[in-house]
């Protein structure tokens, strides 16, 4: 039978994270959406610090938000004696899970290997350096890396542009 839809007729809603609580069906996942601003800006003020009270309701009358929200949400927070904030641990878990960056999805395997090249070079040179890559250089890696004729020519296309945009995550701090 014939699939009714294809990849590109899926409506995808990446904006939801599930934050699984516990393994049984007495206790479901919850789905919490990613861009909930108030939780949001609270989450981002706090940070791995701590945040008054004041600096709270601030927040939360410049949001047009209801002034009760972090006593209704207390179970992302711990509250010192001297009546300072921090994340709870259930807090930074979800943190976590919001903040967690989606993968990378490249359109050709030459582009993810460009991209793997690209990650492996950041040990050994520095970002800057890998800005000023040119086409001659990237062809050199690639081939030392084993590839070679069109998929080598390739690959090295990807990684310059990569290279050239900047696209990667420095490793080196």
């Not at 959406?33 to 940070?47: H, L, M, N, Q, T």
């Not at 993810?112 to 086409?135: K, N, V």
Request: proline share 2%.
């Amino acid at each position: 039978m014939d699939h009714l839809f294809g990849f590109e007729d899926w409506n995808l809603n990446e904006s939801k994270k599930t934050v699984k609580r516990r393994y049984t069906e007495n206790y479901p996942a919850k789905t919490m959406y990613s861009g909930a601003r108030v939780r949001k800006a609270i989450f981002d003020a706090v940070g791995d610090g701590t945040i008054t009270e004041e600096e709270i309701q601030k927040i939360l009358t410049e949001l047009g938000a209801d002034l009760r929200w972090h006593k209704r949400n207390k179970q992302f927070f711990d509250v010192s004696e001297d009546g300072t904030y921090c994340l709870s641990a259930r807090g930074k878990y979800v943190n976590a899970k919001i903040h967690e960056s989606a993968p990378v999805i490249f359109e050709s395997k030459e582009e993810d290997e460009a991209y793997d090249i690209l990650q492996d070079l950041l040990g050994e040179w520095d970002p800057s350096d890998l800005e000023m890559m040119d086409m001659d250089q990237a062809m050199d890696t690639v081939d030392s890396y084993g590839h070679k004729g069109s998929k080598a020519k390739k690959i090295a296309k990807y990684l310059f542009k990569m290279a050239q945009s900047g696209q990667f995550e420095s490793n080196n701090g």
